[in-house]
């Protein structure tokens, strides 16, 4: 990284992180420290790393992070209207700024006894012991969660006892813009005990035409026979760059389910790992990113079949217009010692123009001899025949090309289990296909 870029970051976290949450926590300064020097060392992550081969971020180290300056009065009549405008019925509802906890447009409602969510500043200072042992479970640091750790803010934070179930889903709003050249970093904590049962809802989103970065990392925690539902659902602002990361640890039975959707930003990375730590847990992720323009939008997985008798399903799709560049880059472990090992994993993109492509690579790395793992992917375009089947009905091309898409994409949205949420993306991916150029194939 360029040492101009590293001494401007050196100097403001010095300056900034007396300021941030828990500052007065020693345990949570010398984790906040720790991270920054690992940062110091790693930087960014580059494309000489296997795992960002496809994925360029050498734009943040040309930058001069900025870090989130206070609203002004235009800037909180933006947020209202963006809550109004993205707000889940019949949900738990925390919403943030450019990091920070807003609490005025927040709405947590009434709780199971026992239920925590709330801001993590608010954790730190309520239960900060909890929050410790939470977070240390997960200190192997990388570039961007190093830099996540260093300078988070705020983010969200959602504790469910055992045998607790959550019957409204939790939805955090994540609203960015504002000053060019600003960063934000939440840091998120899910933790559902033994039993729990439980689903939240992270969405991002940014009206702004300036250049922002948002890098948001989220610890999930699923014990004994615990069931986690985590959607997270990518609409940042068109100049935006994002990357999010998913860290999840499953224990004895416990259930936990990814759904990842990627609609906005010029440049998005989705990181998800799942380590199944104990007999019997069973992982789904799913995802589907929809590009055009120029747009980059990259999602890697990582599921850690560590211990026997666990299971696996992952289905990824992309639907890729204009320029635009997808990448699913998909890895599957088996450990010597999880025989019994039940994986599935495929992915499919459409490529609606000429200029679009994607890079996919999904992976199996098997080490026990008594498994069942599959893999597959295809890259395609539209079935000419089911065109010319549905013309041939009196559907005028584009009308016809945009059913079709639909169809395609759909499959992963019908496994959203929240109808509000489920609605909301249907309504998306119909305005992108209503708004693709007419002469989409020979774009």
């Given at each position: 990284m360029k040492s101009e870029s590293l001494d401007h970051l050196t100097h403001v976290f010095t300056a900034l992180a007396?300021?941030?949450?828990g500052a007065a926590l020693p345990w949570m300064n010398e984790r906040r420290l720790r991270a920054f020097e690992q940062f110091r060392v790693q930087g960014f992550p580059a494309r000489s790393e296997e795992a960002w081969k496809y994925t360029n971020l050498d734009v943040l180290n040309d930058k001069l992070l900025r870090f989130a300056p206070p609203?002004?009065?235009q800037g909180q009549a933006d947020v209202e209207r963006l809550v109004e405008l993205h707000a889940l019925d019949d949900a738990h509802r925390l919403?943030?700024?450019?990091?920070a906890w807003a609490q005025a447009q927040s709405d947590v409602g009434a709780l199971p006894p026992g239920v925590f969510i709330g801001s993590l500043a608010s954790a730190l200072e309520q239960i900060p012991?909890?929050?410790?042992?939470h977070l240390e479970r997960d200190e192997e640091?990388?570039?961007?969660?190093?830099?996540?750790?260093a300078f988070a803010r705020d983010g969200f934070v959602m504790l469910i006892p055992p045998h607790t179930v959550l019957d409204r889903p939790l939805h955090v709003l994540f609203i960015g813009g504002g000053e060019s050249d600003l960063t934000v970093q939440p840091l998120n904590l899910i933790v559902a005990g033994a039993h729990a049962r439980c689903a939240a809802v992270e969405q991002y989103v940014g009206a702004d035409e300036n250049w922002y970065y948002t890098n948001a990392v989220t610890h999930i925690h699923a014990d004994d026979h615990a069931d986690v539902q985590h959607y997270r659902v990518q609409q940042e602002a068109p100049a935006a760059v994002h990357t999010g990361t998913v860290i999840a640890g499953q224990h004895n039975a416990s259930r936990f389910s990814s759904y990842a959707f990627s609609f906005g930003a010029a440049l998005a990375r989705?990181?998800?790992?799942?380590?199944?730590?104990?007999?019997?847990?069973?992982?789904t992720l799913d995802g589907l990113y929809v590009g055009n323009g120029k747009q980059h939008l990259d999602h890697y997985t990582m599921i850690d079949h560590a211990y026997p008798q666990c299971s696996s399903r992952e289905t990824y799709r992309g639907v890729l217009d204009g320029s635009a560049h997808g990448v699913f880059n998909g890895r599957i472990v088996v450990r010597q010692d999880a025989q019994k090992t039940d994986a599935d994993q495929a992915n499919h993109n459409l490529l609606l123009s000429r200029n679009a492509e994607v890079d996919t690579k999904p992976q199996l790395e098997i080490f026990a001899d008594d498994v069942r793992c599959t893999h597959g992917t295809t890259v395609g375009q539209l079935d000419e025949t089911q065109l010319f089947y549905l013309r041939a009905r009196g559907i005028d091309e584009r009308a016809a090309r945009a059913l079709l898409t639909f169809a395609f994409a759909r499959d992963v949205i019908d496994r959203v289990a929240i109808g509000a949420l489920k609605a909301r993306l249907e309504a998306t991916l119909l305005t992108r296909m209503a708004d693709a150029p007419a002469d989409a194939k020979d774009a």
């Open positions: 007396p300021t941030l949450p609203l002004d009065d919403v943030f700024v450019n990091g012991d909890e929050i410790r042992k640091f990388n570039g961007l969660t190093a830099f996540n750790a989705s990181t998800i790992t799942a380590k199944l730590a104990a007999p019997g847990a069973h992982t």
